[in-house]
């Protein structure tokens, strides 16, 4: 998808390229450059945008999920009726992207993030935008970009905090190296426990874009942003490469491509399981909407076949991975999966 039909103003980012420390040569490398967005909720809604809008050559938009009314407060990119309707994310971005105009070439992936699709999703990205809301993923795009010298930029938004990083192409620092522990701890902070600042994702998404600006215009000191916005309170750290063993920096070892996929998860903060084939084929869905039916509603689209039953919603996509809304259990979620899916 192209998101402009007839030439670009000639002055559409005059204003971006009169800011002299981005200037003619960071714009220019900007219009050079492929930006993936993984994850299209808070963070990423208002990442896709900048780099739609700052004039980015491309822009891959990654998303496994579909758009709920629950989203509305903070995902700036969406309406009532992309969640009326169930959109998938990245579908409904790509839409409203298209609307703004500009340059862009615009890809839309709707899939999972998973090792066993990290290398297809970020093929020929030359930055990576990180829109997720887990370390568990931030850690495989951490040891992805490590392993491909691609730089990438983190974002994290709980409660009332923020946090942002540039990892240069090099890693040093990396992830692992600032928060050897996070995958692994037991009860990390989410916006299921804690919630979230509204406002909080779009000033973090912004100040990931500002990260990536000042990297494309040639300066890539690496900053650890911690702000607090409610209290007050702004540091941005220079951070290097500390004094504790990392696998990715000292070993040029890659944990997260190592690990197996898990083929279910319960989503962040709500009642959906997300459950994957057991075995990778592209699926056809044109028969499940013929199996269903008289079973309930059943919707078609491009990207999905959804069928509502009274208990749930079950949401199945192309690669064969389902969302199942409505259940409160990775086991439901499973069980209603073989039951009406398969394996
Ligand atoms: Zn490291």
Redesign the pocket.
């Known amino acids: 998808m192209n998101t402009n039909d007839s030439p670009t103003p000639s002055d559409r980012f005059s204003r971006q390229r009169r800011f002299s420390a981005f200037g003619e040569e960071g714009h220019a490398r900007l219009a050079r450059s492929h930006l993936a967005v993984v994850g299209l909720g808070g963070l990423g809604s208002t990442l896709a945008q900048h780099a739609v809008r700052a004039g980015a050559r491309k822009v891959t938009l990654i998303d496994r999920d579909i758009v709920e009314e629950h989203n509305l407060p903070r995902q700036s990119l969406y309406t009532k009726d992309d969640a009326k309707r169930g959109v998938p994310k990245a579908e409904a971005a790509a839409e409203h992207l298209s609307a703004v105009g500009g340059p862009a070439e615009l890809v839309v992936r709707v899939r999972d993030l998973s090792r066993r699709t990290v290398s297809e999703l970020l093929e020929g990205a030359d930055l990576v935008l990180d829109g997720l809301d887990n370390f568990e993923g931030r850690f495989l795009l951490?040891d992805y970009c490590?392993s491909e010298n691609t730089p990438w930029v983190y974002g994290g938004a709980v409660a009332g905090n923020g946090m942002a990083l540039l990892v240069k192409p090099d890693?040093?620092?990396?992830?692992?190296?600032?928060f050897p522990d996070a995958d692994q701890s037991p009860t990390p902070d989410t916006c299921e426990t804690v919630g979230v600042l509204s406002p909080l994702p779009s000033l973090v998404a912004s100040l990931q874009f500002c990260e990536t600006m000042r990297y494309l215009s040639g300066d890539n000191t690496s900053r650890l942003w911690n702000f607090d916005p409610w209290g007050g309170r702004v540091f941005a750290h220079e951070v290097k490469?500390g004094s504790g063993h990392?696998?990715?920096?000292?070993e040029a070892r890659y944990p997260a491509l190592e690990q197996g996929d898990s083929l279910s998860a319960k989503l962040c903060g709500r009642d959906v399981v997300q459950v994957m084939p057991t075995t990778e084929r592209t699926w056809d869905l044109a028969p499940f909407a013929d199996r269903w039916e008289g079973l309930g509603k059943v919707e078609c689209t491009k990207f999905l076949v959804r069928l509502h039953l009274p208990e749930a919603a079950i949401s199945l996509f192309a690669d064969g991975r389902a969302l199942i809304q409505g259940v409160d259990s990775v086991e439901k979620g499973r069980s209603l999966y073989s039951k009406y899916v398969g394996s």
């Open positions: 951490n490590h890693g040093r620092p990396c992830l692992r190296c600032l490469k990392c696998a990715c920096c000292d």
